[in-house]
Every structure is written in C-alpha cells, then in structure tokens.
C-alpha cells in the first residue's frame, strides 16, 4: 500500500510537471535615447553636406578662373600678335633715286628684328618700288636694289637669307596718286609682307 502511495505521488508529480509551461522570456527594455549623440550625428551630416557644396563651389569658381586666365592670354597673345604684325609690315622710305637706308628706315627695320627672331617660321616678302620718274627699266632696277639693302640690313642683323624674298614693281603700284614731292615721296618705298611659303629670291 505503502509502495502504491508513492508510486501515484510520483507519477502525479511527472504529470504536474509535464504541464507546468516555462515563464516566456522578457523582452529586453528599451535602451536610453542619447540626445546628444543623435544631435551631433546629425550636425556631422550637415557639415558633411556643407563641405561637399563648397567644394562644389569651389571647383566650379576654379574653372571659371581657370577659363578666364586662357581667355585673357589669349588675347594678350592676338594683341602681341597684331602688334608684331604691324612691326613686319611697316613700311620704309627712300631718298631720291636712291637704295641707301635712311636712319627712319634702318629704325624700322631694327625693330623687325626680334620680332623675326621671336617667330622664327614667318618669312618675309620685300617689295621695292619707285615714283613715276624714270623708265620701266630703270625703275624696276631701282625697286629691286633698294628691296636688296633691306634684306642685307636684316641679314646683317641675324635674319637668315633664307627667310627674305625680295621683288620689284617699279613704279606699277604707286601707293600716293600725285606728280608732286609729296606723292613722289610716299612711292619711293619698301613694302615688308609677312608670307608662310613659296621660293625666296
């Protein structure tokens, strides 16, 4: 009866605990919000933000400056250029019936020379002419001396040969219409044409 009794306890105390459920767990309790850290990511990702747009800001401004320093040379280097120009295509005067250079002319033919040597592929094209005096023959003769004593001065001075044509046209293009001094003055001339080709004389 004894050993019954037991038996039953044991078997009731298998069946109790069979049903008895395990407690669910909790749930883990919120963490506290750290305002400040929220606060300072929040800053950094505005600083971040801001960074970004100056540097934004920054190479768009360096582009512009960027363009208008090639802008700028650029120009100054078509105003040297048409300057330069000028210089080689200024024209020189002579005497009557004379080749000889003038002090004016040998000015202007000095300053040609750093320009040549500053532009060492320009080649340049000397035309001699006359006034309207003397014969066709005669005043072809003198226009070619006088392109010769031009492109001797600039030889003379460090230009290569090679780089100096010289022609005549007497007196077939006068640049002053005038049987006077002042017309004939003006015809008895050099004329300097800056050329990128053709066979030197």
Request: proline fraction near 4%; charged fraction near 25%.
């Amino acid at each position: 009866m004894h050993s019954r009794k037991s038996l039953l306890t044991i078997v009731a105390l298998a069946v109790a605990a069979g049903c008895h459920k395990a407690p669910a767990p909790l749930a883990p309790a919120p963490l506290p919000v750290n305002r400040d850290s929220l606060d300072r990511a929040h800053a950094d990702s505005i600083a971040r933000a801001n960074a970004a747009r100056q540097a934004e800001i920054a190479r768009a401004q360096a582009e512009q400056d960027s363009l208008r320093l090639v802008r700028e040379r650029e120009q100054r280097e078509s105003a040297q250029n048409a300057d330069a120009m000028k210089v080689l295509s200024a024209t020189i005067f002579y005497d009557f019936d004379q080749s000889d250079l003038t002090e004016a002319a040998r000015s202007l033919l000095l300053a040609k020379v750093p320009v040549l040597q500053a532009q060492p592929t320009i080649r340049i094209r000397i035309t001699g002419h006359t006034d309207d005096r003397g014969s066709s023959e005669y005043n072809l003769a003198l226009g070619l001396r006088r392109a010769a004593e031009a492109k001797a001065f600039l030889v003379n001075n460090g230009i290569d040969a090679g780089r100096l044509a010289i022609t005549s046209m007497g007196a077939e293009q006068p640049a002053v219409q005038g049987d006077n001094e002042e017309a004939w003055s003006r015809n008895r001339r050099s004329e300097f044409t800056p050329i990128s080709g053709g066979a030197n004389q």
